[in-house]
């Protein structure tokens, strides 16, 4: 019976380590001859000049040379350092305590506060989900935002974009979502963000009440690019985690469109060709990869996924917000026009859909939801003209119950950030501005 746990002990221990040397670096990728590592493992880099190890992951191999992108910075690290391989590929710690704490991408407390005891390991990159394991998504997920409630509400499970420009309150609104959202666990990826914003959407736009429920994984732009596309993964794998304990779990992950340009380093680095706007195949690949670990499981609770995807230019066609819109369930574009008539959140009701609103709304809330749209659609369409005086009175019926209605529907669909509504109490006002048909007092 000893001899027998000694000879288990024996078939588990690693009696021969793999090394290879460091052999060049130019800038973001190292070339190493050795070890036989494969695509996704991880490695150790160090000599006798630096002390700290620095952690790299095996990414391509050319003309029998592997590849490897480091975790951290390589200052101090000369010409023939030691690569040792790990023989495993990187894991997420996971634990309950890291509710309400702030985190790093590898899972390492940020906030100063206790380490957290560790109660398993996740791959922070899975196989993908059997399709038959799946739950139909028909169950609604009130946000506590008043114009996704009301006019285009999603379901627990959905995946939704926020599609903005800088500047337009795409963080304001993100935080309201994680405050109000009527979800058990809210897990933040803040992906290639200033420094400075991560403590200002704590403090403003989540604030102690979101805090509590939430878990922060955190990639500043100022880390490597392949610490950024981690922390996407990573956020992942935890909301994966709180989703196999039966919660419902809010994932947001602000921004995806960071994620894609820390990616696009990647690739580019290691030799896949441009394709659209710079971008790499990798790209394209990986981003329905990652938003197909949304949704509803069987045996388990459900992932709501919100991603951010900033626009450049304001530019709702670019590559990777084109490709996004095509995967995602539904989305609400920010307009830099309402942000700066005041109108807050600034959600682009014509532009903005979900497409699960037949399966979570019933008749009552449709049929309201396209009346408020063709009610905006036609004040938006001869607004110039209402502007300038031109309009006649009693020339189109139609014009005229929008010109009373429209700013009585804006009023009830605007927000401050530390309000909520519920989305019975929204329907109710929307029902009740409507009611006064030729502008009677509501």
């Given at each position: 019976?000893?001899?027998?746990?000694?000879?288990?002990a024996l078939?588990?221990?690693?009696l021969?380590?793999?090394?290879?040397h460091?052999?060049?670096f130019?800038?973001?990728?190292?070339?190493?001859?050795?070890?036989?590592?494969?695509?996704?493992?991880?490695?150790?880099?160090?000599?006798d000049?630096?002390?700290?190890?620095v952690?790299?992951e095996?990414?391509?191999f050319?003309?029998?040379?592997?590849?490897?992108?480091?975790?951290?910075h390589l200052?101090?690290?000369?010409?023939?350092a030691?690569?040792?391989?790990?023989?495993r590929?990187?894991?997420?710690p996971?634990?309950?305590a890291m509710v309400?704490?702030?985190?790093?991408a590898?899972?390492?407390?940020?906030?100063?506060?206790?380490?957290?005891a560790?109660?398993?390991?996740?791959?922070?990159?899975?196989?993908?989900?059997?399709?038959l394991?799946?739950?139909?998504?028909?169950?609604?997920l009130?946000?506590?935002?008043s114009?996704?409630?009301?006019?285009?509400?999603i379901?627990?499970?959905?995946?939704?974009?926020?599609?903005?420009g800088?500047?337009v309150?795409k963080?304001t609104?993100?935080g309201?979502?994680a405050r109000?959202?009527?979800?058990d666990v809210v897990?933040?990826?803040?992906i290639g963000?200033r420094g400075r914003?991560?403590g200002?959407?704590?403090?403003e736009?989540?604030g102690?009440?979101?805090?509590?429920?939430?878990?922060?994984?955190v990639a500043?732009?100022?880390?490597?690019?392949l610490?950024r596309?981690?922390?996407?993964?990573?956020?992942h794998a935890?909301?994966?985690?709180f989703?196999?304990?039966g919660l419902?779990?809010?994932?947001?992950?602000?921004s995806?469109?960071r994620f894609?340009?820390?990616?696009?380093?990647?690739?580019?680095?290691?030799?896949?060709?441009?394709t659209?706007?710079g971008?790499?195949?990798?790209?394209f690949?990986?981003?329905?990869?990652i938003l197909?670990?949304?949704?509803?499981?069987?045996?388990?609770g459900s992932i709501?996924?919100?991603y951010?995807?900033?626009?450049?230019?304001?530019?709702m066609?670019?590559p990777?917000?084109?490709?996004?819109?095509?995967?995602?369930?539904?989305h609400v574009?920010l307009?830099?026009?309402?942000?700066?008539?005041?109108?807050?959140p600034?959600?682009?009701?014509?532009s903005?859909?979900?497409?699960?609103?037949?399966?979570?709304?019933?008749a009552?809330q449709?049929?309201?939801?396209?009346r408020v749209?063709?009610i905006i659609?036609?004040y938006e369409t001869s607004?110039?003209l209402?502007?300038m005086?031109?309009?006649?009175a009693?020339?189109?019926p139609?014009?005229?119950?929008?010109?009373?209605?429209?700013?009585?529907?804006?009023?009830?669909l605007?927000?401050a950030?530390?309000q909520?509504?519920s989305?019975a109490e929204?329907?109710?006002?929307?029902?009740?501005v409507?009611?006064?048909?030729?502008?009677?007092?509501?």
């Amino acid at each position: 019976m000893t001899l027998d746990r000694y000879n288990g002990a024996l078939d588990r221990a690693v009696l021969v380590r793999e090394y290879g040397h460091l052999l060049g670096f130019n800038g973001l990728v190292i070339e190493a001859s050795g070890p036989d590592a494969k695509i996704g493992e991880l490695c150790e880099i160090d000599n006798d000049a630096h002390t700290q190890k620095v952690s790299a992951e095996v990414v391509g191999f050319r003309d029998g040379r592997v590849l490897l992108m480091p975790f951290g910075h390589l200052r101090g690290i000369a010409a023939g350092a030691r690569v040792r391989s790990l023989g495993r590929t990187l894991r997420i710690p996971l634990a309950r305590a890291m509710v309400g704490r702030v985190v790093d991408a590898f899972g390492e407390p940020l906030d100063g506060g206790p380490a957290i005891a560790v109660e398993g390991y996740r791959e922070v990159q899975p196989a993908p989900i059997n399709p038959l394991r799946r739950v139909p998504l028909d169950e609604p997920l009130e946000t506590g935002v008043s114009a996704i409630d009301g006019l285009m509400p999603i379901a627990k499970g959905q995946r939704i974009g926020v599609f903005a420009g800088s500047g337009v309150g795409k963080s304001t609104l993100l935080g309201m979502m994680a405050r109000h959202v009527k979800a058990d666990v809210v897990v933040v990826g803040m992906i290639g963000e200033r420094g400075r914003e991560v403590g200002d959407f704590l403090q403003e736009s989540l604030g102690p009440e979101g805090r509590r429920r939430s878990v922060m994984m955190v990639a500043t732009a100022d880390q490597p690019a392949l610490v950024r596309t981690h922390a996407v993964h990573a956020a992942h794998a935890v909301a994966e985690y709180f989703r196999d304990m039966g919660l419902d779990v809010l994932l947001i992950v602000d921004s995806i469109t960071r994620f894609a340009m820390a990616q696009r380093e990647v690739g580019l680095a290691v030799g896949e060709p441009p394709t659209s706007r710079g971008y790499p195949p990798s790209v394209f690949n990986l981003l329905p990869q990652i938003l197909e670990r949304g949704g509803r499981v069987r045996g388990g609770g459900s992932i709501s996924a919100i991603y951010s995807v900033l626009v450049e230019g304001d530019d709702m066609n670019e590559p990777v917000a084109d490709h996004m819109r095509a995967i995602l369930d539904g989305h609400v574009v920010l307009s830099r026009e309402l942000a700066s008539r005041g109108q807050l959140p600034a959600i682009d009701l014509l532009s903005s859909v979900s497409r699960l609103l037949s399966r979570v709304a019933d008749a009552r809330q449709q049929e309201l939801a396209l009346r408020v749209k063709s009610i905006i659609s036609t004040y938006e369409t001869s607004r110039d003209l209402v502007d300038m005086g031109a309009y006649q009175a009693g020339t189109n019926p139609a014009l005229d119950e929008a010109i009373v209605l429209y700013p009585r529907l804006i009023d009830c669909l605007r927000q401050a950030p530390g309000q909520s509504a519920s989305r019975a109490e929204t329907v109710d006002r929307l029902e009740q501005v409507l009611a006064t048909k030729s502008g009677a007092a509501a």
